[in-house]
């Protein structure tokens, strides 16, 4: 069971936007600003999309941005492209007792 | 450009031990920390630990603790990771990826290829 909990899937048609949230603790996600989101297609490595919450590295679309409230951390992806079908997975690092890094489950997203 | 280039594909029997490689270009080697990260088949993403490349001092996730050991070799820009005592449920893809310039910037920017250790009788 992950540390940081993702919905399992999310969907959405070409053009519209979706949101996938991930919701921590009081000793990851609400207390540390260094949230980052990975989309990871079939076979491939990971590649960072959103880091330290809401900042988008070079090269990457704004149709992908990010945010936190509390516990929980988002990642919306606006203008829905068939090349974004892929997993999604939040991270942070967790200083309960032991300081780790973290995953989400990751999310399926499928586009419609 | 960055890159992290990392050895191929290795099988080993239970109560093995496997050592991955992961060799860096592109950037300052000893600028910015190594991170490992594996995913089993069909699962998700699972931090494994933090090397600085620096000093090479290391933070393992505990579930880890005892088994894995990062090591990093600043004349050739590599860093290793071995596993002990491998179990079949150590069969997984294991990447390198680089962290921030400081231990608590928390991010992993660029990824390995992944190795694809398996571990079977």
């Known amino acids: 069971q992950s540390v940081l909990t993702q919905p399992a899937s999310v969907s959405g048609s070409l053009g519209q936007s979706i949101t996938i949230s991930c919701t921590g603790s009081?000793?990851?996600?609400?207390?540390?600003?260094?949230v980052s989101w990975y989309q990871q297609h079939p076979g491939k490595a990971p590649k960072l999309i959103i880091y330290?919450?809401?900042n988008r590295p070079s090269g990457i679309s704004t149709r992908f941005s990010g945010s936190k409230s509390g516990n929980t951390a988002s990642l919306t992806i606006s203008g829905l492209q068939a090349e974004d079908e892929a997993d999604y997975y939040c991270?942070?690092?967790?200083?309960?007792?032991?300081?780790?890094?973290?995953f989400g489950g990751g999310t399926r997203l499928t586009v419609l | 450009q960055v890159q992290l280039v990392q050895s191929g594909a290795d099988v080993k029997k239970p109560g093995a031990s496997v050592k991955v490689s992961c060799k860096a270009s592109?950037?300052?080697?000893?600028?910015?920390?190594v991170h490992w990260v594996r995913q089993a088949p069909g699962q998700g993403l699972e931090w494994m630990g933090i090397?600085?490349?620096?000093?090479?001092?290391?933070t393992y996730a505990q579930k880890f603790q005892g088994r894995i050991t990062m090591t990093r070799d600043t004349t050739t820009s590599t860093v290793h990771m071995e596993l002990s005592r491998l179990i079949s449920e150590d069969t997984a893809v294991y990447y390198c990826?680089?962290?921030?310039?400081?231990?608590?910037?928390?991010?992993?920017?660029?990824w390995g290829q992944g190795t694809l250790v398996t571990v079977s009788t």
């Open positions: 990826a680089r962290g921030g310039s400081q231990f608590l910037e928390w991010l992993f920017d660029n």
């Open positions: 592109g950037y300052t080697f000893t600028t910015y920390y």
């Open positions: 090397i600085n490349p620096v000093g090479g001092s290391t």
């Open positions: 009081i000793h990851d996600v609400n207390v540390y600003n260094y």
């Open positions: 330290n919450i809401s």
């Open positions: 991270s942070s690092y967790t200083n309960s007792g032991a300081l780790e890094g973290v």
